[in-house]
């Protein structure tokens, strides 16, 4: 039997734009498939600023496998452990923080993938290769997302050598941290700073013919960078998205509390218990 393709890389093939969500509190492999139900494409994983533990992610990435839902990992840090730690594990993509340089781009592609593109460790069968076999290293090459990620100056001053990377598949961009380093972080100037280093990436990308991957608040956020060409979307957090719903809802209900008079939204009555 073949290994299985990434259906993440399956739809960017088909031209489809490719709609997930981080995950950075939820542990419970079984999150993936509340997600696969919403009509989500994928999740990634947070391990850079969230707790999520090794054996974790391993739970999560063969669930993810099993339904056809492809997690996106971030490390803590693009080192050959951690790139082959998740790889083996499982994971079909990877997020990659702080990829300033293309030596950087260069020795995580090495990592991630199996010669002749890389010098990836070699492992027997297990859950990388769905227990199969003889598999060949370009299917298995095959298998793999690289997303890297620009957070500072320095990586935008080698901005074509890194988004021109051979195996680098995609590139996003780390707004607060870029925000930080250049000092606009929080001041009025952030938005239009930040969205014209996102442009910058956006035209990089498609010269070389790579993707990009973009973090959006809203879906009406999401597609005005749709339109300008990026094709993986990373919609909020189940954080955020937790968060704003019960405050939506838990503002209204005590609004009514206060008026009994005021009935409540159809929105917000259709969570009560019945």
């Not at 993936?32 to 974790?56: F, N, Q, V």
């Not at 839902?69 to 790139?83: A, T």
């Not at 990009?212 to 094709?231: E, Y």
């Amino acid at each position: 039997m073949p290994v299985k393709r990434n259906p993440l890389k399956a739809g960017l093939a088909r031209g489809t734009v490719q709609v997930g969500t981080w995950v950075n509190m939820i542990r419970t492999p079984v999150v993936l498939t509340l997600l696969k139900s919403a009509g989500l494409d994928y999740a990634r994983i947070d391990m850079e600023h969230s707790p999520p533990s090794m054996e974790t992610i391993a739970d999560m990435a063969a669930l993810a496998r099993a339904l056809d839902f492809p997690i996106l990992v971030r490390p803590p840090s693009g080192d050959r452990e951690w790139v082959t730690r998740l790889l083996d594990a499982g994971v079909w993509g990877l997020h990659i923080p702080q990829v300033d340089t293309p030596e950087i781009a260069r020795a995580v592609v090495a990592a991630a993938l199996y010669a002749p593109a890389g010098l990836r460790g070699m492992a027997g069968i297990g859950p990388h290769n769905d227990f199969t076999p003889g598999a060949s290293l370009a299917e298995l090459n095959e298998q793999v997302h690289l997303t890297v990620m620009l957070e500072s100056p320095r990586a935008f001053e080698n901005l074509d050598e890194i988004v021109a990377t051979p195996g680098v598949d995609a590139v996003t961009l780390g707004p607060s941290d870029l925000a930080q380093e250049l000092g606009v972080l929080g001041k009025p100037e952030q938005a239009s700073v930040i969205d014209g280093y996102r442009q910058r990436m956006i035209d990089s990308a498609l010269r070389h013919g790579k993707d990009v991957a973009m973090l959006c608040d809203t879906p009406r956020q999401a597609a005005r960078w749709v339109a300008a060409g990026v094709r993986i979307i990373v919609l909020s957090s189940e954080v955020a998205v937790l968060h704003d719903a019960y405050s939506s809802m838990s503002a209204e209900l005590r609004s009514a509390i206060a008026q009994p008079n005021l009935s409540l939204s159809s929105r917000a009555s259709r969570f009560l218990p019945m």
